[in-house]
């Protein structure tokens, strides 16, 4: 009966999960905004995305003790490269042009351009913060054509407090 069976299929060492992503919107839905920022959101489903396809350790170094070693041979850097290159796509792929420009460097790591975008959403979490809860108090449901989207106005205001620190 073995006989019968087709020999195992071998997967090229050059072959990684992240290479099969086409479209990283269908896994990324939120568009990060500097307007709207939904920075916890967009971060949380990206890393899960990372995980997921085993490039979490382009964005953020693994614990003490858990490093993988530098890429050895011409093989592994290039899959690395191609690897980092194709995180970075995903990165800038998910969003909005203005952040786009403000970040975007020759020949960055995903790892630097994920840093670059935690450090604009982290450095400007208090002045973030105060504008919003100023628009969140002033909100009137007499501007709003009917209740759903009054409270849904002042969800959307909420989780941006919660992201930058300071929840309702």
Same mark, same amino acid.
């Given at each position: 009966?073995?006989?019968?069976?087709?020999?195992?299929?071998? =997967?090229?060492?050059?072959?990684? +999960?992240?290479?099969?992503?086409? %479209?990283?919107?269908?896994?990324?839905?939120?568009?990060?905004?500097?307007?709207?920022?939904?920075?916890?959101?967009?971060?949380?489903?990206?890393?899960?995305?990372?995980?997921?396809?085993?490039?979490?350790?382009?964005?953020?170094?693994?614990?003490?003790?858990?490093?993988? +070693? +530098?890429?050895?041979?011409?093989?592994?850097?290039?899959?690395?490269?191609?690897?980092?290159?194709?995180?970075? =796509?995903?990165?800038?792929?998910?969003?909005?042009?203005?952040?786009? %420009?403000?970040?975007?460097?020759?020949?960055?790591?995903?790892?630097?351009?994920?840093?670059?975008?935690?450090?604009?959403?982290?450095?400007?979490? %208090?002045?973030?913060?105060?504008?919003?809860? =100023?628009?969140?108090?002033?909100?009137?449901?007499?501007?709003?054509?009917?209740?759903?989207?009054?409270?849904?106005?002042?969800? %959307?205001?909420?989780?941006?407090?919660?992201?930058?620190?300071?929840?309702?």
């Amino acid at each position: 009966m073995s006989d019968d069976l087709p020999p195992p299929v071998k =997967q090229s060492p050059s072959f990684h +999960p992240a290479l099969t992503v086409l %479209n990283i919107n269908n896994h990324v839905s939120v568009v990060l905004e500097m307007e709207n920022s939904q920075y916890g959101t967009w971060a949380e489903l990206f890393k899960i995305h990372a995980r997921s396809h085993k490039v979490l350790h382009h964005i953020i170094p693994p614990p003490p003790g858990k490093e993988k +070693p +530098p890429p050895s041979t011409d093989e592994e850097l290039e899959l690395w490269t191609t690897i980092d290159a194709t995180v970075l =796509q995903w990165i800038y792929s998910t969003i909005s042009n203005d952040l786009l %420009n403000t970040i975007i460097e020759p020949d960055a790591t995903a790892m630097e351009a994920w840093d670059c975008l935690r450090e604009i959403f982290q450095d400007h979490q %208090n002045s973030r913060a105060v504008i919003l809860e =100023q628009e969140f108090t002033t909100t009137r449901m007499e501007d709003f054509p009917n209740a759903s989207t009054y409270c849904q106005h002042l969800k %959307n205001l909420a989780d941006q407090l919660k992201n930058v620190g300071a929840p309702v």
